[in-house]
């Protein structure tokens, strides 16, 4: 039984319909337009030694 | 938007001990402009991407939850899809801090690097506080980072201080002024600790353990200025001897971390 809920739960999507990334590298941040980050690129990259706090969200 | 106030509140906190909120949307930049940056007066870093290119890698296909969070530690790993609490946030901004983290920096700065990592963290801003203003432009960007990296753990540190004695642990503010003093010497931070330790020295309970805590200070002044060639191996076993020799203190707490953060290395 916990064999046949743990293949589950590796094959289907989040419910919420976003992976479940923990442990792995996140994946890329692209934008067509950056707000309020002045001449700093985004770039997990650039990023390395900071703690980000990455939110997908929609005004409406 | 329900988020908005607190991630506002984490990037204003935060931002200069080395969080970024990042915020992704699919809208356009005016909508954004607008709604976020003129009303809501957001200062968090928001990237508009109306190709969905970052959304792709992050979602399922098919119909996605908005909003949804995913906190990225320091060394570009996914690590949770909630907003951390503040606990579990210094943990993973001083993690942060460590010399293995730094990226490729120009040449020039290799001793200062060198200094960072192994802890002695007012040598290398010294050294890249010279360079800051080289014509090299290279040269003088790596630097202003690396100092920059510097007084940023220097305010941390400073931070969990402060918090340590609000919250009743005089022993624990204690040694970490101690390392603010010894580990990031010529600075204004290790000014600042002086003073602190020259008043916190009249709290009993550190009076109490001022024996244990001159034994840790002696191998921390070793460990940052070496008489000699610096060696990991016989620092850690002072270390480990101060732990020992007083155990239960809060000196015997930061030998015990200090050792282990050398065996890391």
Known sequence: ?60 | MRKVGDLSKLHAKYFDLGLRVVAITSEPSEIIEEEMLRSKKVKYWIGCDPENKTMDAYKEKGSVGIPKTYLIDASGRVVGDEIPTEEQLQQLLEAGFDGSLLPALHADLGPARTAYVRGAFGEAWKSAQVMASSQDEALGKDAAFLKGRVEAYAKFLQGLAESSLQKKMPGRAYGLWLALAHRFEGTEAARAAQAKLKELKSDPSVKKELGAWRDFETVLERDVKPPGAWKADAIRTSYEKVARANAGTWAAWFAEDSAKKLARR
């Open chain 1, 1 to 60: 039984m916990f064999t046949f809920v743990a293949l589950a739960a590796l094959t289907l999507p989040a419910a919420d319909g976003w992976k479940d990334l923990t442990g792995d590298p996140a994946p890329a941040l692209e934008a067509k337009k950056w707000l309020n980050a002045g001449s700093t690129l985004p770039s997990l990259e650039e990023l390395r030694g900071n703690v980000v706090l990455l939110e997908f969200f929609a005004t409406w």
